[in-house]
């Protein structure tokens, strides 16, 4: 086989799978959104991924990790359809066995989601069957041409074009193989945006109103500091973070919760019970575990849901249960100590955020909010089931990875003002940033200066002790480099540590440090 027949065959390989890929991404959003081949494969990537490796993906990509998963699943997936283009010419039939093969993965993965629906291998049979019978065809039309034909001697310019109406005919029929992928792929995508059915339900959403609001949030809370992170943080600034490649669609009249395990009344809430039950509305600031010193995976909304002590007290949980194992739609876990849930704090199955449902990709229609506890063993979205159980008989996702079983919130401070790195003007400036231990709550918080003694910081007031909390400090910045760090004090009398820790396995610790080029 001749160098250019390797590379038509190479391109054979790739329309062929290009071809495949496309028309599955269209069979998934047309009868199964869930087990698109890509996403389904994707999925269960990060299912199996060790924790350390999902872990650098949130540090190295942040919210952007399963963008960075898609496109590596992608060119890996156009390396393989080369190589599978040439095997094909080599060995007849092989490549197209090995794009059934591709296909069955695709099923595979695809059924062994925990939100698999009943088409759920379609998608990936429509794919590696595409694939398959278009890589035995093009890659026939490829070796069957004849070899190069010499230069023209008449003069350049005029050999690029394949005159021969062979070649021609397979760039044509390879060109149209990959452009109706494309196409398919493309067609799928804008299906899917268009026709998300839980979408539309959520736009036409009345939130109940809580029976208790909110309380006022005090005069002074908001510092109203340029650079300083908003008192509320907007919806579409909140940070996201869960293992969900695609986001889940659920129609809340197909929802339920399904409350059992060691209780004495297991039952089951459908969407219109719940939105019958009194609703509360509370501030609570959501941190994430991985979040590191001075990082921003922490947001603070105003939910509005109803108290899950309540749900628990009818389902009447057995005196030796001590935890509580949440499970969403998409089979992601968290295990809450059953105090936290049935203590005084509120402690919520919310359906709203910011005065409005959930977005759906913080849950909708329902999740939890636990104030107090990081998000991975607290804040499932999309939560469906809630088993009643112990510690020592049932461990949650992050858990099996090596993260603590418990969570509570570390007491942390983070200084936004001035930016990290960045250059201010001398004279009369401000030292700000946010502070928070919640549902213990923080009761002062202090800043050095170039390792001075500690200053304290004026602490804004609180929402609550569930709420992360403005401070700032007035400072004459004189020029130079400059290096200031802050620690807070919680309300218990607790002083922020100054001892590093990673985010694994239950919380960063250590304090922020900010270096300033004062001009
Ligand atoms: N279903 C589901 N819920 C989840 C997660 C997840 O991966 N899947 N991640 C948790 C983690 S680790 C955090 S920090 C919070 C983040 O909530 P947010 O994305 O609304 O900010 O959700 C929690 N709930
Ligand atoms: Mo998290």
Same mark, same amino acid.
């Given at each position: 086989?001749?160098?250019?027949?390797?590379?038509?065959?190479?391109?054979?390989?790739?329309?062929?799978?290009?071809?495949?890929?496309?028309?599955?991404?269209?069979?998934?959003?047309?009868?199964?959104?869930?087990?698109?081949?890509?996403?389904?494969?994707?999925?269960?990537?990060?299912?199996?991924?060790?924790?350390?490796?999902?872990?650098?993906?949130?540090?190295?990509?942040?919210?952007?990790?399963?963008?960075?998963?898609?496109?590596?699943?992608?060119?890996?997936?156009?390396?393989?359809?080369?190589?599978?283009?040439?095997?094909?010419?080599?060995?007849?039939?092989?490549?197209?066995?090995?794009?059934?093969?591709?296909?069955?993965?695709?099923?595979?993965?695809?059924?062994?989601?925990?939100?698999?629906?009943?088409?759920?291998?379609?998608?990936?049979?429509?794919?590696?069957?595409?694939?398959?019978?278009?890589?035995?065809?093009?890659?026939?039309?490829?070796? *069957?041409?004849?070899?190069?034909?010499?230069?023209?001697?008449?003069?350049?310019?005029?050999?690029?074009?394949?005159?021969?109406?062979?070649?021609?005919?397979?760039?044509?029929?390879?060109?149209?193989?990959?452009?109706?992928?494309?196409?398919?792929?493309?067609?799928?995508?804008?299906?899917?945006?268009?026709?998300?059915?839980?979408?539309?339900?959520? *736009?036409?959403?009345?939130?109940?109103?809580?029976?208790?609001?909110?309380?006022?949030?005090?005069?002074?809370?908001?510092?109203?500091?340029?650079?300083?992170?908003?008192?509320?943080?907007?919806?579409?600034?909140?940070?996201?973070?869960?293992?969900?490649?695609?986001?889940? &669609?659920?129609?809340?009249?197909?929802?339920?919760?399904?409350?059992?395990?060691?209780?004495?009344?297991?039952?089951?809430? *459908?969407?219109?019970?719940?939105?019958?039950?009194?609703?509360?509305?509370?501030?609570?600031?959501?941190?994430?575990?991985?979040?590191?010193?001075?990082?921003?995976?922490?947001?603070?909304?105003?939910?509005?849901?109803?108290?899950?002590?309540?749900?628990?007290?009818?389902?009447?949980?057995?005196?030796?249960?001590?935890?509580?194992?949440?499970?969403?739609?998409?089979?992601?876990?968290?295990?809450?100590?059953?105090?936290?849930?049935?203590?005084?704090?509120?402690?919520?199955?919310?359906?709203?955020?910011?005065?409005?449902?959930?977005?759906?990709?913080?849950?909708?229609?329902?999740?939890?909010?636990?104030?107090?506890?990081?998000?991975?063993?607290?804040?499932?979205?999309?939560?469906?089931?809630?088993?009643?159980?112990?510690?020592?008989?049932?461990?949650?996702?992050?858990?099996?990875?090596?993260?603590?079983?418990?969570?509570?919130?570390?007491?942390?401070?983070?200084?936004?003002?001035?930016?990290?790195?960045?250059?201010?003007?001398?004279?009369?400036?401000?030292?700000?940033?946010?502070?928070?231990?919640?549902?213990?709550?923080?009761?002062?918080?202090?800043?050095?200066?170039?390792?001075?003694?500690?200053?304290?910081?004026?602490?804004?007031?609180?929402? *609550?002790?569930?709420?992360?909390?403005?401070?700032?400090?007035?400072?004459?910045?004189?020029?130079?480099?400059?290096?200031?760090?802050?620690?807070?004090?919680?309300?218990?009398? &607790?002083?922020?540590?100054? &001892? &590093?820790?990673?985010?694994?396995?239950?919380?960063?610790?250590?304090?922020?440090?900010?270096?300033?080029?004062?001009?």
């Amino acid at each position: 086989m001749n160098a250019s027949t390797t590379l038509r065959a190479a391109a054979a390989g790739v329309a062929a799978v290009v071809l495949g890929a496309g028309l599955g991404e269209l069979t998934a959003a047309a009868f199964a959104p869930a087990s698109s081949p890509f996403a389904a494969i994707g999925a269960v990537l990060i299912d199996i991924a060790p924790g350390w490796a999902k872990e650098s993906a949130i540090s190295l990509f942040g919210t952007a990790d399963k963008t960075a998963l898609l496109v590596a699943i992608a060119v890996v997936l156009l390396v393989v359809a080369a190589v599978l283009g040439v095997l094909e010419a080599r060995f007849r039939r092989v490549g197209a066995l090995l794009c059934g093969a591709l296909g069955v993965i695709g099923v595979v993965a695809a059924v062994t989601r925990p939100d698999a629906g009943g088409l759920a291998p379609a998608p990936s049979i429509v794919a590696g069957l595409a694939a398959a019978l278009a890589i035995g065809s093009l890659v026939r039309r490829a070796k *069957s041409l004849a070899p190069e034909p010499a230069p023209d001697p008449i003069g350049p310019g005029r050999t690029d074009a394949p005159r021969d109406p062979d070649r021609r005919r397979f760039f044509a029929w390879t060109g149209a193989a990959a452009l109706v992928g494309v196409a398919a792929a493309v067609g799928g995508t804008l299906l899917q945006a268009g026709s998300r059915a839980a979408g539309a339900v959520r *736009s036409a959403l009345r939130l109940p109103a809580p029976v208790a609001p909110a309380p006022a949030i005090p005069d002074g809370a908001e510092l109203r500091i340029a650079g300083l992170a908003p008192l509320v943080t907007p919806n579409d600034r909140f940070y996201r973070i869960d293992t969900a490649l695609l986001v889940p &669609q659920i129609d809340p009249a197909k929802w339920s919760l399904r409350v059992h395990g060691m209780v004495e009344h297991p039952f089951t809430l *459908s969407w219109d019970e719940l939105l019958k039950l009194p609703m509360r509305e509370s501030y609570a600031t959501l941190t994430c575990v991985s979040n590191e010193v001075g990082g921003d995976l922490i947001g603070n909304a105003k939910w509005l849901g109803h108290p899950i002590r309540e749900l628990l007290a009818r389902a009447r949980p057995h005196a030796d249960a001590d935890m509580v194992l949440s499970r969403s739609v998409d089979g992601f876990t968290a295990s809450t100590p059953l105090d936290a849930l049935t203590d005084d704090r509120d402690a919520i199955l919310a359906i709203g955020m910011n005065g409005e449902p959930l977005p759906m990709a913080h849950g909708f229609p329902v999740r939890m909010v636990v104030p107090g506890l990081y998000g991975y063993v607290s804040a499932t979205k999309w939560v469906v089931d809630l088993e009643v159980t112990r510690f020592d008989a049932a461990t949650a996702f992050w858990t099996t990875q090596g993260w603590a079983p418990r969570g509570p919130i570390k007491l942390a401070s983070r200084i936004d003002v001035p930016r990290r790195g960045s250059s201010v003007p001398a004279g009369d400036t401000v030292i700000a940033g946010v502070a928070w231990q919640q549902h213990v709550g923080v009761s002062a918080v202090e800043v050095s200066v170039d390792g001075a003694p500690w200053q304290r910081a004026q602490l804004a007031p609180a929402i *609550s002790a569930d709420t992360w909390v403005q401070w700032h400090l007035p400072w004459r910045a004189a020029p130079g480099d400059h290096d200031i760090r802050c620690r807070a004090i919680s309300r218990t009398g &607790q002083v922020q540590t100054a &001892q &590093q820790a990673p985010p694994a396995p239950d919380g960063a610790t250590g304090w922020d440090q900010v270096t300033v080029h004062v001009t």
